[in-house]
């Protein structure tokens, strides 16, 4: 009986001395938060940073504690936990439900997020999230790119209701939880070109900076104009490629693929197709960036254009899909063989979402995720009518995975015939520092 005593007092202070540690860590940093321009108030819970994410401040400990003291504590909120595909940042934002005196309660504010690093530099993608007034939400912008170098980053806050034009309405300073040290790689000169077999493609320009980007023709030679743009403030980069064949300059390959990648461990999928081609050159838009200080790792995958007619044996054709089954709960999938791989095409049920949809299809060839390229060559009807591309939308979900989404078909259609041809890209790597056009807003323009 004693001992039983003395084992449950010394798991008491145990207890006591875990919850006086969480109390004084949790009190120690006054709370860091924001009043932006259209009066929302945002307070800052902290930062996550891995794949694995809980809000700051929830544990299993927390919950033992009476509740006036979870609330003294700024422990009160809702408690959320999730996972990232790869390694990211998550800013945990509280808003005041008491805060906004000039809007309607129940009032939509959508807002989007971009991160600068210690110099000002923006990059990355932008992180939407939305506001309620009045009803406390807690919301977690989340950056898969980080600028680790920095020790302090700021988060800065757009609002991007229509009409808005992208107006900052506030930011924030934090210390960086990613912050690394990370050597520095040696940038090659451009332009610069690469070979694969016979196939060489040359990286002839890479500009990043704030802005929008437009294709301009009827230029001389490869000129990129910067002009302003306005209140478009999402950082932004254009790559110029071209290709030859056997030593002559051809137009029978463009880009399938490209990723960005830097010294860190930043990394960047970029499932683009190619911007604009013309004259020879493929221009290539990537709509989130890495920080313009560093190198760039620049990965390109090359095809074949579809300009050729494709013998159907090439082809894997999925013929007479009934509409009616494109929005049911049955399992519906057809399989094929290409390159020695295992290739499964699945209907998917749509999903709940504000996108309208008719029902979707996800092809995946996981044995050809590093180099395989995937490409929608015809979907018609069962009179023959070819769906435009305002009717389905394709998109990599990531290495060896491609969904298309219908979203609407021809008047009368009863079936649908799908063709999609599997390709195996040439890959080329390129390390090279892109040209900073500028960082007050501009348009670049490409002219060939």
Same mark, same amino acid.
């Given at each position: 009986?004693?001992?039983?005593?003395?084992?449950?007092?010394?798991?008491?202070?145990?207890? /006591?001395?875990?919850? *006086?540690?969480?109390?004084?860590?949790?009190?120690?940093?006054?709370?860091?938060?924001? *009043?932006?321009?259209?009066?929302?108030?945002?307070?800052?819970l902290g930062t996550t940073y891995g794949t694995n994410h809980v809000t700051p401040g929830s544990s299993r400990l927390t919950r033992l504690l009476p509740r006036p003291l979870r609330s003294?504590?700024?422990?009160?909120?809702?408690?959320? $936990?999730?996972?990232?595909?790869? %390694?990211?940042?998550?800013?945990?934002?509280?808003?005041?439900?008491? $805060?906004?005196?000039?809007?309607?309660?129940? *009032?939509?504010? $959508?807002?989007?997020?971009?991160?600068?690093?210690?110099?000002?530099?923006?990059?990355?993608?932008?992180?939407?999230?939305?506001?309620?007034?009045?009803?406390g939400v807690l919301g977690q912008p989340r950056f898969p790119v980080v600028p680790r170098r920095s020790r302090e980053i700021t988060v800065k806050f757009y609002d991007s209701s229509a009409?808005?034009?992208?107006?900052?309405? !506030?930011?924030?300073?934090?210390?960086?939880?990613?912050?690394?040290?990370?050597?520095?790689?040696?940038?090659?000169?451009?332009?610069?070109?690469?070979?694969?077999?016979?196939?060489?493609?040359?990286?002839?320009?890479?500009?990043? !900076?704030?802005?929008?980007?437009?294709?301009?023709?009827?230029?001389?030679?490869?000129?990129?104009?910067?002009?302003?743009?306005?209140?478009?403030?999402?950082?932004?980069?254009?790559?110029?490629?071209?290709?030859?064949?056997? /030593?002559? +300059?051809?137009?029978?390959?463009?880009?399938?693929?490209?990723?960005?990648? =830097?010294?860190? !461990? &930043?990394?960047?999928?970029?499932?683009? =197709?190619? =911007?604009?081609?013309?004259?020879?050159?493929?221009?290539?838009?990537?709509?989130?960036?890495?920080?313009?200080?560093?190198?760039?790792?620049?990965? +390109?995958?090359?095809?074949?254009?579809?300009?050729?007619?494709?013998?159907?044996? #090439?082809?894997?054709?999925?013929?007479?899909?009934?509409?009616?089954?494109? *929005?049911?709960?049955?399992?519906?999938?057809?399989?094929?063989?290409?390159?020695?791989? #295992?290739?499964?095409?699945?209907?998917?049920?749509?999903?709940?979402?504000?996108?309208?949809?008719?029902?979707?299809?996800?092809?995946?060839?996981?044995?050809?995720?590093? &180099?395989?390229?995937?490409?929608?060559?015809?979907?018609?009807?069962?009179?023959?009518?070819?769906?435009?591309?305002?009717?389905?939308? %394709?998109?990599?979900?990531?290495?060896?995975?491609?969904?298309?989404?219908?979203?609407?078909?021809?008047?009368?259609?009863?079936?649908?015939?799908?063709?999609?041809?599997?390709?195996?890209?040439?890959?080329?790597?390129?390390?090279?520092?892109?040209?900073?056009?500028?960082?007050?807003?501009?348009?670049?323009?490409?002219?060939?």
């Open positions: 009986m004693r001992k039983r005593l003395i084992w449950l007092g010394v798991l008491l202070v145990g207890v /006591g001395l875990s919850i *006086t540690v969480m109390v004084g860590l949790a009190r120690s940093a006054p709370p860091r938060g924001v *009043t932006l321009a259209n009066g929302i108030v945002l307070e800052c003294w504590l700024r422990l009160g909120r809702l408690s959320l $936990s999730f996972s990232t595909d790869t %390694p990211s940042l998550v800013v945990w934002v509280w808003e005041d439900p008491a $805060s906004v005196t000039n809007l309607p309660p129940r *009032t939509v504010v $959508s807002m989007s997020s971009l991160l600068a690093d210690e110099h000002g530099n923006l990059a990355g993608g932008s992180a939407s999230s939305s506001v309620i007034t009045g009803l009409g808005a034009g992208r107006r900052c309405l !506030g930011e924030l300073v934090l210390r960086n939880p990613a912050f690394r040290q990370a050597p520095f790689w040696e940038p090659q000169p451009m332009p610069v070109s690469r070979t694969n077999g016979n196939l060489a493609c040359t990286l002839e320009r890479l500009v990043t !900076g704030l802005g929008g980007i437009r294709g301009r023709f009827g230029l001389g030679g490869q000129e990129l104009e910067a002009s302003p743009a306005g209140s478009n403030t999402a950082p932004q980069a254009l790559g110029v490629f071209r290709f030859k064949e056997d /030593g002559l +300059a051809s137009e029978d390959w463009t880009l399938g693929r490209v990723s960005l990648a =830097d010294a860190t !461990g &930043n990394f960047l999928g970029c499932w683009l =197709d190619p =911007d604009r081609d013309f004259g020879g050159l493929v221009g290539h838009r990537f709509r989130e960036v890495l920080w313009p200080d560093e190198v760039w790792q620049v990965s +390109a995958w090359a095809k074949r254009r579809l300009t050729r007619q494709v013998p159907e044996e #090439e082809l894997m054709v999925l013929k007479d899909i009934p509409v009616s089954v494109l *929005t049911t709960t049955n399992q519906l999938s057809w399989n094929f063989k290409r390159e020695g791989h #295992e290739v499964r095409v699945e209907r998917v049920v749509p999903r709940s979402s504000g996108v309208r949809e008719l029902g979707r299809f996800r092809v995946t060839f996981p044995g050809l995720a590093e &180099n395989g390229l995937c490409d929608v060559v015809s979907l018609q009807d069962d009179q023959g009518r070819r769906l435009t591309r305002t009717q389905w939308v %394709p998109a990599l979900e990531g290495p060896g995975v491609l969904v298309i989404t219908i979203l609407s078909l021809p008047d009368g259609a009863k079936t649908l015939t799908l063709r999609l041809l599997l390709q195996v890209g040439r890959r080329f790597d390129f390390r090279v520092k892109p040209e900073l056009v500028g960082t007050n807003g501009f348009w670049m323009e490409l002219g060939g």
